[in-house]
T-cell receptor, first 109, second 115 residues
């Protein structure tokens, strides 16, 4: 079967840095996505990793280690609007996404 | 350029009824995937359509069926509704696999409530 694990909830303070971890065990691997989802809204794309290493995009960075089945999303200079669920998803082939349960991040002033 | 659109936004049905949800993909996209997202959970893959055919299917019963039209828009049909079918149904469209990042663009979703 396919298994993707993320922490259920995290809290952080405005201006801080938070790291959301994701581990996966899947039959095959093409790449790993991170999506942000505000309550009641559709997921929006944050990052995509296919090779090992760190991808930086503004305040958000994503890291992948294929050999360890591990990824993390790093959010810097947290803002209140970053309060949302963060979804880790693995793609096996032909665009099918397998999602974790998501990590609900709450940012406090 | 319109993104992915879905209709209706919200829907309330009773057990045993049938429902049809609609999706129009982002311009230039030819692949449509459907996902079911229960409250507090990540989206679960239902199926994917490409060239008007079901290309992949997740672990959902035959009560869930779909269709893709020549203009790439798609429908999701659910028969004999159960209370457990209450969820947010997300449609995602993507371009031809292999062209750059295989990003899926999600629509706003249809919130289905079964009573």
């Amino acid at each position: 079967g396919q298994n993707i694990d993320q922490p259920t909830e995290m809290t952080a303070t405005e201006g801080a840095i938070v790291q959301i971890n994701c581990t996966y065990q899947t039959s095959g691997f093409n790449g790993l996505f991170w999506y942000q989802q505000h309550a009641g809204e559709a997921p929006t794309f944050l990052s995509y990793n296919v090779l090992d290493g760190l991808e930086e995009k503004g305040r958000f960075s994503s890291f992948l280690s294929r050999s360890k089945g591990y990824s993390y999303l790093l959010l810097k200079e947290l803002q209140m609007k970053d309060s949302a669920s963060y979804l880790c998803a693995v793609t096996l082939n032909t665009d099918k996404l397998i999602f974790g349960t998501g990590t609900r991040l709450q940012v406090f002033p | 350029d319109a993104g992915v659109t879905q209709s209706p936004t919200h829907l309330i049905k009773t057990r045993g009824q049938q429902v049809t949800l609609r999706c129009s993909p982002k311009s230039g996209h030819d692949t449509v995937s459907w996902y079911q997202q229960a409250l507090g959970q990540g989206p679960q893959f239902i199926f994917q359509y490409y060239e008007e055919e079901e290309r992949q299917r997740g672990n959902f019963p035959d009560r869930f069926s779909g269709h893709q039209f020549p203009n790439y828009s798609s429908e999701l049909n659910v028969n004999a509704l159960l209370l457990g079918d209450s969820a947010l149904y997300l449609c995602a469209s993507s371009g031809y696999p292999g062209q750059g990042i295989p990003e899926q663009y999600f629509g706003p979703g249809t919130r289905l409530t079964v009573t």
